[in-house]
């Protein structure tokens, strides 16, 4: 059975920092590894996705860093905001079995105004 | 709408009957996913498929869970012999296909409360 490792579990940062996300995968096969945002009532939505053959992807505020070596990839969030608070998830997508997805645990982060 | 819808959004059953979710993927998604999210689970996969067929039913917890798709669209999934341990929401999400970049979308979820 995949496993991926998140932590921390609940994050509290003030606004305008950073917020650091961690997960930790096991499968060794060519993956791809998003990460959600899901607000109360509401389903996951993507939020930034990189392969493992790219070590960092950045999108606006957003960015994913992965090593491969370490088999570990995070989430920061720059200048964070409040409308940022929400529960975070990484995933390991397995392509070799229909690309489902394996979550981790998700992350509560609150930005404090 | 142009997203992924699901039925009923809130369902309470007793224990022991049986309940159906409904699902309707994006138009043209032939890949569908179900996923279930729970305190104790966390977000956990039950099945995939693609077309009408489904590859994987790895993740269907026991054989009182099963899924059917009909016309390359709509899913249900039937949990028989309702448990207070199928409490959970269930997810739905379709994808255009199982290419690299196929992002998948997902419903607002099915709230089952089992008493």
């Known amino acids: 059975q995949q496993q991926v490792k998140q932590s921390p579990q609940s994050l509290i940062v003030q606004k305008g920092g950073i917020s650091i996300i961690n997960c930790a995968y096991e499968?060794?096969?060519?993956?791809?590894f998003p990460w959600y945002q899901q607000f109360p009532g509401k389903g996951p939505a993507l939020l930034i996705a990189i392969r493992p053959d790219v070590s960092e992807k950045k999108e606006g505020r957003f960015t994913i860093s992965f090593n491969k070596s370490a088999k570990q990839f995070s989430l920061h969030i720059m200048d964070s905001q409040p409308g940022d608070s929400a529960t975070y998830f990484c995933?390991?997508?397995?392509?070799?079995?229909?690309?489902?997805?394996?979550f981790g645990a998700g992350t509560i982060l609150r930005v404090k105004s | 709408g142009a997203g992924v819808s699901q039925s009923p959004s809130n369902k309470v059953t007793e224990k022991g009957k049986d309940v159906e979710l409904r699902c309707d993927p994006i138009?043209?998604?032939?890949?569908l996913y179900w996923y279930r999210q729970s305190l104790g689970q966390g977000l956990e996969f039950l099945i995939y498929?693609?077309?009408?067929?489904?590859?994987?039913k790895s993740g269907l917890p026991s054989d009182r869970f099963s899924a059917e798709r009909t016309g390359g669209s709509v899913s249900t999934l039937t949990i028989q012999r309702t448990q207070q341990e199928d409490s959970a929401v269930y997810l739905c999400a379709s994808s255009l296909g199982l290419a690299e970049w196929d992002e998948q979308f997902f419903g607002p979820g099915t709230r089952l409360t089992v008493l």
């Open positions: 498929f693609q077309g009408n067929s489904a590859p994987d």
């Open positions: 138009s043209g998604h032939t890949a």
């Open positions: 995933a390991d997508r397995l392509m070799e079995y229909g690309n489902k997805l394996v």
């Open positions: 499968n060794t096969a060519f993956d791809y």
